[in-house]
């Protein structure tokens, strides 16, 4: 069955970084797009970044340039390094994947800029 697993969540200070990754398993990982998603308390879950098959990116604008999502095929993973956070992206952070038609989504991650 797919499965997806999220990391690397936790507390960081404003301005600083965390990685963030999701390992991926049940698919054929290497063609998959892959996203990064974030719902904040009391808002909808918002598309962060995500990243297709091929490589290529899209992001959302809040993040443009402090956030930066990667894959590695060989370990069915994805990433999403993120500098310069600020407390507006305190949230959980999930990753999803769409298989035959299906969203499929992790558990989550938590993440909470704060000083």
């Known amino acids: 069955q797919v499965q997806l697993v999220e990391s690397g969540g936790g507390l960081v200070q404003p301005g600083g970084s965390l990685r963030l990754s999701c390992a991926a398993s049940?698919?054929?990982?290497?063609?998959?797009?892959m996203g990064w998603y974030r719902q904040a308390p009391g808002k909808q879950r918002e598309l962060v970044a995500a990243?297709?098959?091929?490589?290529?990116?899209n992001y959302a604008d809040s993040v443009k340039g402090r956030f930066t999502i990667s894959r590695d095929n060989a370990r069915k993973t994805i990433y999403l390094q993120m500098n310069s956070l600020k407390p507006e992206d305190t949230a959980v952070y999930y990753c999803?994947?769409?298989?035959?038609?299906?969203?499929?989504w992790g558990q989550g991650t938590q993440v909470a800029v704060s000083s």
């Open positions: 999803k994947v769409v298989w035959f038609g299906v969203d499929y």
């Open positions: 990243i297709t098959k091929d490589g290529s990116t």
């Open positions: 049940g698919i054929i990982f290497s063609i998959s797009t």
